[in-house]
């Protein structure tokens, strides 16, 4: 069994599109708003292993029982990708990973598979 307390941090990868991007702005306003987080810039075009544009939104453990709720249920259509910082990132990014929306196909391969905290 893994620890949870291996867990750092919390990412969400907010994606959108031209016809989508309102509905982002709105949801980052909220969270801003509500939450104490960490805001990523907005990345119109795919950055690192997304492969659409997205902004990320990090945040210390204790903000994830209200923010994990608050992105579920104002997701709007859009599609999220919420994952813990726990020192493996590919881990991380696919098998510890949660999708709110459609699953979108991540570009693993640039995603080390060590160990960043012991």
Known sequence: ????????????????????RPRAAELRAAVEQGFKVTMGRWHDIPVGPHPQAMYQIAFEPDQFPGLAPFLTMNQNGL????HPESG?????????????????????????????HP
């Open 1 to 20: 069994m893994i620890d949870p307390a291996r867990i750092k941090a919390w990412h969400a990868h907010i994606y959108y599109d031209a016809i989508s």
């Open 79 to 82: 599609t999220i990708l919420l």
């Open 88 to 116: 493996r990132p590919l881990d991380d990014h696919t098998i510890n990973a949660v999708w709110m929306g459609q699953i979108l196909p991540l570009k693993t391969a640039i995603l080390p598979e060590v160990d960043r």
